[in-house]
Nanobody, 123 residues
C-alpha cells in the first residue's frame, strides 16, 4: 500500500522554474521506481521522467531532457521534479507514480498514483 501526494505546482511565466514534490507513505518506498507523468487538456497522459530505487536508471522524455531533473530522497520518502526553463507547452497536471517494476514510460506499469498538481506556464 503506497500513497503519493504531489505539491509545488503553480502559475509562472515562460522561462521560470518550479520544483514539484511527491510525498510518499505506506509500504517501503526506497525500492520503488518513481516516475512523473503529465496530462494536458486534449492530450494523452505522457511520460516525463522516471528513476529506479537507487537512481541507477534515470529516463527522461525528449521534450524535457536538459531542462527537468528527477530526484528522490529515500530517507524522507520523497521524490522531486526540478523544472527549469519552462515553456507554455509544459502546462499540464503533473502526477507522480510508483511501481515495483523497472522504470518505464508506460502509464500501465505504475500501480500507484498521486492526485496531481497543476502547472501553468504563461506567455
Amino acid at each position: 500500500q503506497v500513497q503519493l501526494v504531489e505539491s509545488g505546482g503553480g502559475l509562472v511565466q515562460a522561462g521560470a522554474s518550479l520544483r514539484l514534490s511527491c510525498a510518499a507513505s505506506g509500504v517501503v518506498f526506497s525500492r520503488l521506481t518513481v516516475a512523473w507523468f503529465r496530462h494536458a487538456p486534449g492530450k494523452e497522459r505522457e511520460f516525463v521522467a522516471a528513476t529506479s530505487w537507487s537512481d541507477n536508471i534515470i529516463n527522461y522524455a525528449d521534450s524535457v531532457k536538459g531542462r527537468f531533473t528527477i530526484s528522490r530522497d529515500n530517507t524522507k520518502n520523497a521524490a522531486f521534479l526540478q523544472m527549469n526553463r519552462l515553456r507554455p507547452e509544459d502546462t499540464a497536471v503533473y502526477y507522480c507514480a510508483a511501481s515495483l517494476l523497472p522504470p518505464s514510460g508506460s502509464r500501465l506499469a505504475y500501480g500507484y498514483w498521486g492526485q496531481g498538481t497543476q502547472v501553468t506556464i504563461s506567455s
